[in-house]
């Protein structure tokens, strides 16, 4: 059993994770550790935001494209070597240390919040 810290339901509605899709994947050569630089539409509401992943070891970027993805939206901007990134894409780390990606999984309108 892991150690949990609990956390009110207020604390929880404070992240804002919300559903976008992938509108494009490159490789992101000046990361230190192998990642790719996503576009993400989270739609009209919020609009494309940039993302430095690192999930390399099970996506190759011609098949993130089009793809949903659940990114936490509402934390400060992060410099990364050239690139801002501007939202979180969550996912779930494998025995591997790989990270699979978390994701809904019917069609849900882009910008839709978890709750």
């Not at 539409?41 to 390399?56: K, N, V, W, Y």
């Not at 050239?82 to 939202?87: A, G, I, K, L, N």
């Amino acid at each position: 059993m892991s150690d949990t810290h609990p956390i009110t339901p207020t604390q929880f509605a404070a992240v804002e994770l919300r559903v976008g899709r992938i509108t494009s994947a490159e490789n992101f050569p000046q990361a230190r550790k192998p990642a790719y630089i996503l576009q993400v539409d989270f739609g009209p509401e919020l609009g494309t935001r940039t993302s430095s992943a690192q999930i390399t070891d099970l996506y190759q970027p011609e098949d993130l494209v089009g793809r949903l993805v659940v990114g936490v939206v509402n934390l400060p901007p992060k410099q990364i070597g050239p690139v801002r990134s501007e939202c979180l894409i969550t996912g779930f780390h494998t025995e591997s240390g790989a990270v699979a990606l978390c994701a809904p999984d019917r069609e849900v309108p882009l910008g839709a919040r978890l709750m």
